[in-house]
């Protein structure tokens, strides 16, 4: 078994594709970031246990789910449907494997109008910070990621807004970890869905912000 930790605030759309199309094997975590459209209610409703963390700030809700997890494998998946659940065996068979440590998803849309583009800008730029300070070989910071559970609980992750994805392969890159990248598909949003990290170019700003400092450290 497989933990799938979905970090959530108000993806009550999306839930039902994302849990409906998980792979056998593979058990949903839903950490619910105080969403107030009963994405909470829905993602049992769909078998996923649910983590209720008060604390705002998509690290508190990625770090809660890593610990309420169990299975020796993890894997993060954003909620919102822009990523296939179907595809998690990418970044988790190397891992299985113990050809990789860490394995994250390297985006590649499946249509001009998947990723905006100051998304994609803020995305390049933390990228190529990231190659320089740690010298692996990312193009993408990877929403979809796998790795085993007790050793990303002991690279002691402190941050618990946007820079936690950052901190993650930045510590694991200090550690030794043998850091991979595999294709994933990037899917358009729905219509009227809007990223809650990288939905407009302040939003990317702030995230590029809080990761800059990751990599400050």
């Keep these: 078994m497989v933990d799938v930790i979905l970090p959530c605030l108000n993806e009550a759309e999306a839930l039902p594709w994302v849990l ?8 949903a975590i839903v950490a619910d ?19 209720h963390v008060p604390q705002r700030g998509f690290g508190a809700a990625a770090h809660a789910g890593l610990e309420a997890a169990t299975s020796e ?3 993060f998946l954003d909620a919102d449907a822009t990523l296939d ?14 050809t990789s440590d860490l394995v994250l998803g390297r985006r590649r849309p499946v249509s001009t109008d998947a990723w905006p583009l100051h998304a994609r800008w803020g995305n390049a730029v933390l990228a190529h910070r ?23 609980l002991a690279l002691g992750l402190e941050d618990r807004r946007f820079g936690y994805p ?3 392969v930045v510590s694991a890159a200090q550690a030794g970890w043998r850091i991979g990248e595999v294709d994933v598909d990037y899917l358009p949003r729905a219509e009227g869905s809007v990223s ?6 302040l939003g990317t700003l702030r995230a590029v912000r809080d990761m800059s400092r990751v990599l400050a450290r």
Excluded: F
Aim: proline share 7%; aromatic share 6%.
């Design 196 to 201: 809650k990290v990288t939905g407009t170019w």
């Design 166 to 168: 950052l901190e993650m």
């Design 33 to 51: 970031n105080g969403s107030t459209d009963g994405s909470a209610l829905l993602a049992v409703e769909y078998g996923a246990r649910v983590v």
């Design 130 to 152: 990231l190659r320089r300070r740690t010298g692996a070989r990312l193009y993408d910071l990877g929403p979809m990621r796998a790795a085993r559970r007790e050793h990303l």
């Design 85 to 98: 659940p179907r595809q998690l065996p990418r970044v988790v068979d190397p891992v299985l494997a113990g």
């Design 20 to 27: 409906t199309r998980l792979p056998a094997g593979y058990r």
């Design 73 to 75: 494998v993890v894997c």
